[in-house]
């Protein structure tokens, strides 16, 4: 068991596969000797070259271009985009081709790639750094899309994600990079499989990225009233466990769903519409969602972790639906 | 350049196989037998013909939404090639891709694209492969003018540049973006000249002569495989039906037309071959029917194949996942 941080936890994945399988290569803004904007490669530029972790121009089209035709050609290529919002930048690449080359294709080619992106607010970057846009790319068949919420899990799913044989979007969230956490092994997590932070018997909290952490720190808080709730992280929106979800409803009945997205159009709405298709029998009062308000993520700090939805936002919300 | 007379004769074949299958799909386009859209090739023969023919069978090329050319001069099966333009199951995709997305990853071809200015960014990952992998393999990216205004084309064109990787950049200046013509388009003319700005070599060559196109991307070929990096070449040459069928093309001047189809590529190669004594005129009326063959199967294999199973809609998204993605 070792202790890591989030950011160490999706390198050490990084470097595990690359030192086993010369096919794996890093290639994003400022990831070599720089180590990337958020120092999530730091050395693994010394240790593999410029070969393997290659700076690129800042031209996102062409890095997930590059992506696409090298893992078509038999590479397992890692991009980095700085920030999820860059996305918007290449997002031809991602939508029209990286999802839908294989299908279009009939299945003739396969493409291996990882696209890492660090995602989410709270770090006063404002409305060009901050979205939360699991939405845009859960919504594209022929994407896979994780958002890892502990160094174990970033670990795991770097391990999974470099293993498939599909395009998997990695999101990262930034301020997570610092958290620490036990890494108890270096196994791969297979995509589509969430895993249960906090068992309880009351209510059902669905959380994703750092709201995990949010819900389990509500969820400390509403012990003091005798309120036993049980933490979901589904850590792989795409494909989505839902096992798991349909297990917990059973014994809770209820459910919040938690994300950091825009309330409006998340995909924390997609889990609720298909909970509420799906288990509706199983529901003793309707899906609660809480997501940020629907406004751009502003600046300034008081303005920023307003429109953000935090433990206190849950707790008010199980208190009320319990 | 010397060719051999073998070599003259097999690149006309490959132009009268692309002039023959894409008049057969215009025709079977209008009588209602391929569905949903078709860009064709017609008049551009000479383009895809000179470039592939230096191009070996593990050498990639990256195409466009007007791709049946490159695809045939690549080596593809003109079966596989019509029973996908048809939406048939034993077509290139299964019928999952037509006109637009034909790909075959054993001969290369990283896919037709549906998407202007797409596959330049395709095409330099396919080069920074080769060049990872250190083989000597290289990729042609074939574009129209057009794309050269998309944010694509300077992203491929300065990375494949700063990392020297063995792409060939092939323009077809067919002179109109859809509708739009060059000139109302970008305020250059030759487009070739836009290689200045990625410090690689830019050549613009008549796009109907064959051994013109195949001399050129010899050399640009070369100048890949050694290590040496991209070029961009540009091939001046005009397509003789709309954007589509179905688009009648009253934007393009009849003046203009006439004096384009005067240059057609294929009467072109034709008269050479006989002023060379290349071939006789019985053998190129052999050839032709060789060909009228070829393409006769192609369209009964289509006509005799059926339509996709319904199963096979959840096929082919992922590798490993089915079943799932079928809801309602």
Redesign the interface.
Known sequence: MKMMTYAEAIREGMRIKMQKDPNVFIFGEDVGAFGGCFGVTAGLFDEFGEKRVRDTPISEGAIIGSAIGSAATGLRPIAELMFIDFLTVGMDQLVNQAAKLRYMFGGKITLPMVVRMPGGAGVQAAAQHSQSLEAWITHVPGLKVVYPSTPQDALGLMLGAIEDDNPVMFIEHKLLYSVKGEVENEKPIPLGVADIKKEGKDVTVIATGKMVHDALKASELLLKDGIDVEVIDPRSLYPLDKETIFKSLQKTNKVVVVTEENKRGGYGGEISAMISEDYFDYLDAPVVRIGALDTPIPFSPTLESYVIPNETDIVNAIKELI | MKLSNSKIVDMYKTMIRIRKFETQAMNLFAQGSIPGFVHLYLGEEAVATGVCENLKDDD?I?STHRGHGHIVAKGGDLKYMMAELYGKET???????GSM?I???TKGI??A???VG?G???????????Q??ETDQV?VCFFGDASTNQ??FH??L??AS?WKLPVVFVCENNLYGISVNQSRHQAIKDISDRAVAYNMPGITVDGNDVFAVYEATNEAIKRARDKKGPTLIECKTYRHRGHFEGDPGAYKPEKEQNEWLKKDPIPRIEKYMIDKKIVTNNKLEDLKKEVDKEINEAVEFANNSSYPSLESVV???????KE??RVR
């Not at chain 2, 077509?91 to 891709?97: E, L, P």
């Not at chain 2, 330049?120 to 080769?130: E, F, P």
């Not at chain 2, 096929?315 to 996942?321: L, M, S, W």
């Open positions: 990639y990256t077509g290139y995709c299964k019928g999952k891709g997305h790909a075959d990853a990283l896919g694209n549906g998407i797409a330049h960014n395709i095409a330099v990952g396919a080069g920074l492969s080769i990872y992998r990729c944010g694509t992203e491929a300065n990375l700063v096929e082919d998204i992922y590798t490993d996942i799932e993605v």
